[in-house]
T-cell receptor, first 112, second 113 residues
Framework: GENVEQHPSTLSVQEGDSAVIKCTYSDSASNYFPWYKQELGKRPQLIIDIRSNVGEKKDQRIAVTLNKTAKHFSLHITETQPEDSAVYFC???????????FGKGTHLIIQP | ETGVTQSPTHLIKTRGQQVTLRCSSQ?????VSWYQQALGQGPQFIFQYYREEENGRGNFPPRFSGLQFPNYSSELNVNALELDDSALYLC????????????FGPGTRLTVT
């Protein structure tokens, strides 16, 4: 089955700086890579996703890049704000019926 | 457009008991996936329901079972509860065929004592 590794487990950045979270996956057949943001006590919220036929996708301050050859993808958040503080999860989908395989999460802390 | 809802919010059960959790999918969605999220971990895929049948399953024992109804809502049943079953149970709805996007409900916090 698929295996997703996520780094770092905790990331602390100054407000206004950029944050980068990286994930690697094991199965080259995976074709969909979403990122979720989960605030304490709340549901995971889909913030951006990318399919395997695309190398980069951007939505305002967040962007995701995918390197299929190296089997890794990254989340980039620019101009970080206090409300960006949360746990971020990457995930990979092997096939429509297989369910998402999640990384262990990154606790992003935005320092004022 | 209504979002994904789950009930109950919290539940406390004793080891060996059985539990049923419920999920209503987002309007327009026909597929429901269930996940278990232990404290401090990412969600783990339990199974997926599409057209009222189990469509895919993760590494969970048969005592985890489910149903999907004609209105696309779903139930997760867990028999013979164990202490390690204590977790947040999340359902996610999606529309099979045109999109892989999954939207999560607020979850049910299950505590087994």
């Amino acid at each position: 089955g698929e295996n997703v590794e996520q780094h770092p487990s905790t990331l602390s950045v100054q407000e206004g700086d950029s944050a980068v979270i990286k994930c690697t996956y094991s199965d080259s057949a995976s074709n969909y890579f979403p990122w979720y943001k989960q605030e304490l006590g709340k549901r995971p919220q889909l913030i951006i996703d990318i399919r395997s036929n695309v190398g980069e996708k951007k939505d305002q301050r967040i962007a995701v890049t995918l390197n299929k050859t190296a089997k890794h993808f990254s989340l980039h958040i620019t101009e970080t704000q206090p409300e960006d503080s949360a746990v971020y999860f990457c995930a990979a989908l092997l096939g429509g019926a297989d369910g998402l395989t999640f990384g262990k999460g990154t606790h992003l802390i935005i320092q004022p | 457009e209504t979002g994904v809802t789950q009930s109950p919010t919290h539940l406390i059960k004793t080891r060996g008991q059985q539990v049923t959790l419920r999920c209503s999918s987002q309007s327009g969605h026909n597929t429901v996936s269930w996940y278990q999220q232990a404290l401090g971990q990412g969600p783990q895929f339990i199974f997926q329901y599409y057209r009222e049948e189990e469509n895919g399953r993760g590494n969970f024992p048969p005592r985890f079972s489910g149903l999907q109804f004609p209105n696309y809502s779903s139930e997760l049943n867990v028999n013979a509860l164990e202490l390690d079953d204590s977790a947040l149970y999340l359902c996610a709805s999606s529309f099979a065929g045109t999109s892989y996007e999954q939207y999560f409900g607020p979850g049910t916090r299950l505590t087994v004592t």
